[in-house]
């Protein structure tokens, strides 16, 4: 069973930038791993920034943007806003089926 | 808009079963795959499984297969996910996730 490792938590200043990362148990995340990024605040569903990598939905600010980055999935936040205070989870396909990371608590101030 | 939305869920005893419904509107159900997500108090996301756009093919998490079903209904622009032997593991909110867009969730407490 793959296992998704993401930072517990990460902080920054307002108009900052911030990159929070994805790695998986089975070795360099590829595009193969088609990895998703998804925003989830307190009392919230979560929504879908990021997917396949670097794609994002038509409501994803453009200070959001997704990579490959050392043999891990990167969502990079340029900028940083007050309301992106959440957290953060990515997913990837891995071995037949799909893992969620463990999320990463992102706090701005 | 666009719209996902969960129901079916509810308190169910341990080793009970529940259905749970994911009915969507106003984007291309049809051709598109369909996950389920739950994320128990407090806890994290966790995939459940998901199906095909034309149902032929289903994935699940180990801690459900043989547990859990995933269907659709193209005609309905519906999926669902049957859930038999419940344990009290299971207690999470479960939402649907389709192109996209996410449901609101909808919240199955199994317990005696």
């Known amino acids: 069973q793959t296992v998704v490792t993401q930072e517990p938590s990460l902080t920054v200043s307002p108009g900052g930038t911030v990159t929070l990362t994805c790695v998986s148990s089975t070795g360099a995340v590829t595009s193969g791993y088609f990895p998703h990024w998804f925003q989830q605040k307190p009392g919230q569903g979560p929504t879908t920034l990021i997917y396949n990598t670097n794609n994002k939905l038509s409501w994803t600010p453009a200070r959001f943007s997704g990579s490959l980055l050392g043999g891990k999935a990167a969502l990079t936040v340029s900028g940083v806003q007050p309301e992106d205070e959440a957290e953060y989870y990515c997913?990837?396909?891995?071995?037949?089926?799909?893992?969620f990371g463990g999320g990463t608590k992102l706090t701005v101030l | 808009e666009v719209q996902l939305e969960e129901s079916g869920g509810g308190l169910v005893q341990p080793g009970g079963s529940l259905r749970l419904s994911c009915a969507a509107s106003?984007?291309?159900?049809?051709?598109?795959?369909v996950t389920w997500v739950r994320q128990a108090p407090g806890k994290g996301l966790e995939w459940v499984g998901n199906?095909?756009?034309?149902?032929?093919?289903?994935s699940y998490v180990d801690s459900v297969k043989g547990r859990f079903t995933i269907s659709r209904d193209n005609a309905r622009s519906s999926s669902y996910l049957q859930m038999n032997s419940l344990t009290v593991e299971d207690t999470a909110i479960y939402y649907c996730?389709?192109?996209?867009?996410w449901g609101q969730g909808t919240l199955v407490t199994v317990s005696s």
């Open positions: 199906i095909k756009p034309d149902g032929s093919d289903k």
């Open positions: 996730y389709c192109a996209g867009y």
């Open positions: 997913l990837l396909y891995s071995g037949g089926s799909w893992v």
């Open positions: 106003r984007f291309t159900f049809s051709t598109n795959w």
